[in-house]
């Protein structure tokens, strides 16, 4: 049950993390409309959280509801994945850590919808909607700035190379990915991967970027809780007020 | 070139509407991308929608000038209104 349980927290902290990184963004887009189209995102990603957390708090019976979760962990009882941590940056930066983490996410929410636990599948079936979506977009401005001017394609390349150490953890499965895949729960990580390159290298070729060898050394560490220097202070920010008035309702 | 995106308007069928209607506009570089700003400005992504968007620059409006010509609906001729016939039940949203 356990198992479970930090399959759950790891689903729930990956899109809490970016949900956090993508509300610092909100008023500070590069336009109004894109300012609107980023928090609603960041909301979607809010709204999955809660639903994993939820779950994850049932499962594992200790009392820990979604807020207990999210506030009164410290970085290394999180279990997202390093990419999501990393800085918004400019905007290129922005999006393309959320077309790598849209492009797992929507085939990862494909392959729940199929999960052999009717909750994770419920819960899937409700997030794809949103994630479809997602997907769409940040493949659409991924193009956009790939192939729109010398600037915005030397911007989002240079992001590209950046990032592209982070793409690979979400495959990098361990015992607890290993024993959910056993159990029907979770899509196995060889499929996952074949459709997210062939995704990503549709969209580059689209968007005239070069895509970093599927091969490359990847960057790992975040779902066992080893995280960047960047956690701590998205989480000091996130969780100072139930710090300070622990317990406090609102 | 103005550096500023284009005006776009516009028009949504909402989930039991019967008709597109105006509500709003906004900037968009092109037409995708103005369907996709109307999804998260105006619809919060509700199912059943349809959104059409027009380039404000495409709009022809009359002009408040005309308002006489155009509007006046000839209350004094009252054999102008097709009001004497009373519609059968059958006949919805008319």
């Known amino acids: ?26 008023g500070k887009g590069p336009a109004l409309e894109e300012d609107m189209a980023l928090t609603n995102v960041a909301l979607d990603l809010l709204g999955q959280t809660r639903l994993w957390y939820e779950y994850a708090g049932e499962l594992e019976g200790a009392g820990r509801d979604e807020d207990k979760l999210a506030y009164h962990r410290d970085a290394h009882d999180f279990k997202n994945c390093l990419l999501l941590e990393q800085p918004n940056g400019n905007y290129a930066d922005t999006m393309v850590r959320q077309f790598f983490f849209d492009a797992w996410h929507y085939f990862l929410i494909v392959g729940l919808t199929r999960s052999s636990d009717a909750r994770i599948a419920a819960i899937a079936e ?10 769409r977009r940040s493949g659409d401005l991924i193009v956009r700035l790939g192939d729109g001017t010398e600037v ?30 056993a ?22 070729a689209e968007a005239t970027l070069t895509m970093p060898p599927a091969d490359a050394w990847m960057q790992s560490g975040g779902k066992q809780g080893r995280h960047s220097e960047h956690l701590g202070y998205i989480l000091a920010e996130m969780q100072f007020l139930q710090r300070a008035y622990p317990g406090a309702t609102w | 070139m103005s550096k500023e995106w284009p005006l776009w308007e516009v028009f949504i069928r909402s989930q039991h509407g019967l008709a597109h209607k105006h509500v709003g506009s906004l900037h968009a570089p092109d037409a995708e991308m103005a369907v996709n700003n109307a999804r998260d400005v105006y619809t919060r992504r509700n199912e059943g929608v349809s959104i059409w968007v027009v380039r404000a620059a495409d ?10 010509a155009l509007f006046e609906p000839s209350n004094s001729k009252v054999y102008r209104h097709p009001t004497f016939f009373p519609m059968p039940e059958e006949v919805k949203n008319l």
């Open chain 1, 1 to 26: 049950m356990q198992t479970k349980v930090n399959y759950l927290l790891r689903l729930g902290d990956n899109a809490l993390i970016l949900s956090q990184q993508l509300c610092q963004l909100c």
């Open chain 1, 126 to 135: 409700k997030s794809l909607k949103e994630v479809t979506y997602h997907l």
């Open chain 1, 152 to 181: 915005s394609y030397a911007k989002t390349q240079a992001a590209v190379n950046d990032l592209w150490m982070y793409s690979g953890e979400v495959f990098a499965y361990d015992a607890v990915d290993e024993a959910m895949v």
């Open chain 1, 183 to 204: 159990e029907g729960v979770a899509p196995a990580a060889a499929d996952l991967r074949a459709q997210w390159l062939a995704h990503v290298a549709e969209i580059f």
């Open chain 2, 59 to 68: 709009i022809v409006a009359s002009s408040p000038g005309d308002k006489g």
